[in-house]
T-cell receptor
Framework: GQQVMQIPQYQHVQEGEDFTTYCNSSTTLSNIQWYKQRPGGHPVFLIQ?????EVKKQKRLTFQFGEAKKNSSLHITATQTTDVGTYFCAGRFSGGYNKLIFGAGTRLAVHP | EAQVTQNPRYLITVTGKKLTVTCSQN?????MSWYRQDPGLGLRQIYY???????DKGDVPEGYKVSRKEKRNFPLILESPSPNQTSLYFC????????????FGPGTRLTVT
């Protein structure tokens, strides 16, 4: 069945370092969404990417969607302690598949 | 305030005792969904509903039931809970399926002993 693989599972960084998490699918995605879940909280929508090769930025966060629409990445520049949490990608597959498949998430720890 | 609410937030129960987790949204969203979150597995969809009286299975529907009699409510029913259903459950809604972001409820932490 459809799967979205996300790596790494955990990432520890020093405050100020950069961070990247990657998502990959074996089949083409119609779009991909990114969510952030703070410790003890619920997932909160960050962004949606739809077009092949799309790049979107939100302040220090940069989101990319691959040319083949099979992979995506989230890059955080100069991490801050407020970036702590788990980042999930969620892919929607083509062909009328009415499900959003989440990656396993990347937990980010930021040490001051 | 636009929100998705879930009740209860925490529940400890015993094997076999039927329970219902309620979910309600006040945003007039058509699409609603239930997920369970387990360590290392991310969020897995249990059931979803495209609109009133329209529901379908997600990836892990076994042991769960849902109903959508009203647009705002989407309860999750565990007829005979088992320990492997111990998990963190999230309800989510979105305006429509396809291009919309999902709004998540605060979560229900369920423990089945």
């Amino acid at each position: 069945g459809q799967q979205v693989m996300q790596i790494p599972q955990y990432q520890h960084v020093q405050e100020g370092e950069d961070f990247t998490t990657y998502c990959n699918s074996s089949t083409t995605l119609s779009n991909i969404q990114w969510y952030k879940q703070r410790p003890g909280g619920h997932p909160v929508f960050l962004i949606q990417l739809v077009k092949s090769g799309e790049v979107k930025k939100q302040k220090r966060l940069t989101f990319q969607f691959g040319e083949a629409k099979k992979n995506s990445s989230l890059h955080i520049t100069a991490t801050q302690t407020t970036d702590v949490g788990t980042y999930f990608c969620a892919g929607r597959f083509s062909g009328g598949y009415n499900k959003l498949i989440f990656g396993a998430g990347t937990r980010l720890a930021v040490h001051p | 305030e636009a929100q998705v609410t879930q009740n209860p937030r925490y529940l400890i129960t015993v094997t076999g005792k039927k329970l219902t987790v309620t979910c309600s949204q006040n945003m007039n969203h058509e699409y609603m969904s239930w997920y369970r979150q387990d360590p290392g597995l991310g969020l897995r969809q249990i059931y979803y509903s495209m609109n009133v009286e329209v529901t379908d299975k997600g990836d892990v529907p076994e042991g769960y039931k849902v109903s959508r009699k009203e647009k705002r409510n989407f309860p999750l029913i565990l007829e005979s809970p088992s320990p492997n259903q111990t998990s963190l459950y999230f309800c989510a809604s979105s305006p429509q399926w396809g291009e919309s972001e999902q709004y998540f409820g605060p979560g229900t932490r369920l423990t089945v002993t």
